[in-house]
């Protein structure tokens, strides 16, 4: 079997938390649907939705396994991070069409979950012995 170093784990650790942390906080700012989205209320609602199962599916899902080393949870935050902002872009493309305020919180959110699983996905894992007694 092959593991991070002790370092590295502390590291992943405390970024997988702040990972699903982050992706609660984004998860219940979601659920807000500006005046001028009503238009459009109900595949706006179903969008913010879907995007608020998945932060909290993938939050919970990475801090559950922030003892870990699988990628699955951290590669999910990142094909999530990258697909809001996409969408947030969209969103941001739109409000200047509409002269509404953008608001750019969500995108920086985003931005550093992908600089964070992408550091956490590059670590280096080290072979460590069979440790006997178990």
């Not at 659920?31 to 913010?48: D, F």
């Not at 305020?101 to 012995?129: D, H, W, Y």
């Amino acid at each position: 079997m092959r593991f991070v170093s002790a370092h590295e784990a502390e590291y992943s650790r405390r970024w997988r938390l702040a990972i699903g942390i982050a992706g609660l906080v984004l998860e219940a700012e979601g659920r807000y649907v500006s005046q001028s989205a009503m238009t459009n209320a109900v595949l706006i609602i179903a969008g913010y939705v879907l995007v608020a199962l998945a932060y909290l599916a993938v939050g919970i899902w990475n801090i559950l396994a922030r003892r870990g080393v699988s990628a699955g949870p951290v590669s999910a935050s990142l094909v999530l991070s990258a697909i809001v902002i996409a969408l947030i872009v969209l969103l941001l493309v739109r409000s200047a069409e509409t002269g509404v305020a953008p608001q750019f919180g969500g995108i920086i959110t985003n931005v550093l979950i992908i600089l964070r699983s992408i550091r956490i996905l590059r670590m280096k894992k080290e072979p460590v012995p069979y440790a006997t007694g178990y």
